[in-house]
């Protein structure tokens, strides 16, 4: 009987997923190699504990190639269309938490909210001969939230592997949809939050693939382990 655990490897929310299971009184020993991505853990039995990017714990957590993983709630939704189907947030953690907003140039004076936002979606083709170009790596969360929540058709996704916020000024789309947290790099880059444009208030979180075949003794061990952050109520 074991469980595997996948952590963060490097980033920023590493060192608190490493405290919050401290917490939770499960140790993680790092290894002597420190390219290794096993680690092992004192603190709890059969559990396995591996080390993995955040974005690909979102991925291996989809696959069910993982029983658990901690990440980002912002990567889990946006990697898993169905998350509530695939997954389930076992525990928010309390750090890493950061939004996932749309935001335009502060140019824009006109546009405060997604309903303007719709307006100048709509009339964009006629007033600039193309649509409405948005940058994120949030596609999937951009498509819910700007045509299933709002009725946005007229748009199109730019896809943005980095310096998101840069795109409006750089010429390559027209608004962002991106994670922030302090709201510095928005304000750097003249860029304003509408102010129903919060798609999602993202945490670090437990999360369990939920599609998994699992023994009786490994569901057992997980009702165990989940008792032990008992943080706040997913
Ligand atoms: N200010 C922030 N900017 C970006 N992400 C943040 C911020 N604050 C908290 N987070 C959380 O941290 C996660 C990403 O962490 P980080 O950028 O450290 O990962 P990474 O190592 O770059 O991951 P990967 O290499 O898989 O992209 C985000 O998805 C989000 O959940
Ligand atoms: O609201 P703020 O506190 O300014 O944080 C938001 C910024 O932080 C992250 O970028 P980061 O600089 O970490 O680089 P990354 O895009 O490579 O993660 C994120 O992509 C935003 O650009």
Known sequence: MTLTLAIPSKGRLKDQCVASLAAAGITVIPSDDARSYRTRVEGTDGLEV????????????????IDLGITGEDLLRETMPD????????SRLGFGRADVVVAVPDAWIDVETMEDLHDVAAGFRAAHGRRLRIATKYWRL??????????????????????????????????????TSTGS?????????????TILRSEACLALAAQVERSADDDAALTRLAARFAAKPA
């Open 50 to 65: 591996l080390l993995l990017s955040a974005s690909e714990i979102a991925r291996e957590l989809r696959d069910g190639a």
């Open 83 to 90: 998350f509530d189907r695939r997954g389930r947030i076992l």
């Open 142 to 179: 951009t498509q819910g939230f700007f045509t299933r929540a709002h009725g946005i058709q007229s748009y199109r996704i730019v896809e943005s592997l980095g310096a998101t916020e840069g795109a409006p000024a750089a010429g390559s789309a027209d608004i962002i949809v991106d994670i």
């Open 185 to 197: 790099t928005l304000t750097a880059n003249h860029l304003r939050i509408l102010a129903d444009g």
